[in-house]
């Protein structure tokens, strides 16, 4: 089996929504960054996103090297954020801010209608929100990763990514984006760093999009389903769908959904496999 070279692999969590993060590159036919081939040297890491009480937020944060905190929007609040700032500091993990359309009933998971000039605002001004409060905590907001409808939004729609590229560049921060999407390619043409993301909790379409929830073959709740096809995708760099042939994927970061029922033992399980690997548990930002 041919491995990439140099795969940085994290595995993020989601304080409502835990993620995990792999990859060594970009979507490999359409945005490559030189990652070459992997050695069995690898970098792992799990983002945690902020929602009070959804998941079990300590166990994750013992789990992952990096954390996405949700900062008011679709859930969180200053007491939240404050709490999961100080944890996540306290276990040396990495900060993402995670803003989403402000949607409590529908967890950032409905589209509301806005110009995209809105959007750009909204997003400016939640991240703005966590950076103030990481600061009292004595913390720092290292990247910001949009959340569920916006996150699938900025994928497609040009204008929707452009306006949240602006917002992650006035605030000097770089992106975590979905791997293969607008919203990588909007920033990466205007230069702002961009990191990509792989889902080890949800299926994938023939196009690079992730399933819609709802519909059969969105979520693998089985772990050692989801580990094997993570592993499966660092050896050939091809990620399942359910429409088609393995599609080429390629990013720093990994996501498993924190608010999914068995969401710690998914993370545990994939980590666990990971590190069988060869695969080191590590932020993939570096510095």
């Given at each position: 089996?041919?491995?990439?070279?140099?795969?940085?692999?994290?595995?993020?969590?989601?304080?409502?929504?835990?993620?995990?993060?792999?990859?060594?590159?970009?979507?490999?036919?359409?945005?490559?960054?030189?990652?070459?081939?992997?050695?069995?040297?690898?970098?792992?890491?799990?983002?945690?996103?902020?929602?009070?009480?959804?998941?079990?937020?300590?166990?994750?944060?013992?789990?992952?090297?990096?954390?996405?905190?949700?900062?008011?929007?679709?859930?969180?609040?200053?007491?939240?954020?404050?709490?999961?700032?100080?944890?996540?500091?306290?276990?040396?993990?990495?900060?993402?801010?995670?803003?989403?359309?402000?949607?409590?009933?529908?967890?950032?998971?409905?589209?509301?209608?806005?110009?995209?000039?809105?959007?750009?605002?909204?997003?400016?001004?939640?991240?703005?929100?966590?950076?103030?409060?990481?600061?009292l905590a004595g913390a720092r907001v290292d990247y910001v990763k949009p959340h569920g409808a916006l996150g699938n939004l900025a994928?497609?729609?040009?204008?929707?990514?452009?306006?949240?590229?602006?917002?992650?560049?006035?605030?000097?921060?770089?992106?975590?984006?979905?791997?293969g999407t607008m919203l990588e390619q909007v920033a990466r043409g205007r230069g702002v760093a961009v990191y990509s993301e792989v889902?080890?909790?949800?299926?994938?379409?023939?196009?690079?999009?992730?399933?819609p929830r709802g519909q059969a073959g969105a979520m693998l709740s089985d772990s050692e389903e989801a580990a094997a096809r993570l592993?499966?995708?660092?050896?050939?760099?091809?990620?399942?769908?359910?429409?088609?042939?393995?599609?080429?994927?390629?990013?720093?970061?990994?996501?498993?959904?924190?608010?999914?029922?068995?969401?710690?033992?998914?993370?545990?399980?994939?980590?666990?496999?990971?590190?069988?690997?060869?695969?080191?548990?590590?932020?993939?930002?570096?510095?």
């Amino acid at each position: 089996m041919r491995l990439y070279k140099r795969v940085r692999a994290l595995l993020q969590g989601e304080r409502n929504a835990s993620a995990i993060d792999v990859g060594g590159g970009n979507r490999l036919d359409e945005f490559e960054r030189g990652a070459g081939a992997l050695t069995t040297a690898r970098r792992f890491a799990v983002v945690l996103n902020g929602v009070e009480q959804i998941g079990d937020d300590a166990a994750m944060l013992g789990l992952v090297s990096s954390a996405n905190i949700a900062c008011g929007g679709h859930a969180g609040d200053p007491e939240v954020m404050f709490a999961t700032l100080k944890l996540a500091q306290a276990r040396g993990v990495r900060i993402g801010a995670h803003p989403g359309y402000a949607d409590l009933a529908g967890f950032g998971r409905r589209v509301i209608a806005m110009p995209p000039e809105a959007v750009g605002r909204m997003v400016a001004a939640q991240v703005g929100a966590l950076m103030g409060v990481a600061a009292l905590a004595g913390a720092r907001v290292d990247y910001v990763k949009p959340h569920g409808a916006l996150g699938n939004l900025a994928a497609d729609d040009r204008a929707v990514a452009a306006a949240i590229v602006s917002a992650v560049d006035a605030l000097g921060l770089p992106l975590l984006a979905i791997s293969g999407t607008m919203l990588e390619q909007v920033a990466r043409g205007r230069g702002v760093a961009v990191y990509s993301e792989v889902f080890a909790d949800r299926g994938y379409l023939a196009s690079g999009r992730l399933v819609p929830r709802g519909q059969a073959g969105a979520m693998l709740s089985d772990s050692e389903e989801a580990a094997a096809r993570l592993v499966g995708f660092l050896q050939s760099g091809l990620m399942p769908v359910v429409d088609g042939d393995p599609i080429p994927l390629a990013a720093q970061s990994v996501c498993v959904h924190g608010d999914s029922p068995g969401a710690v033992a998914m993370a545990r399980a994939l980590r666990d496999r990971l590190t069988a690997a060869g695969v080191i548990i590590a932020p993939f930002l570096v510095g």
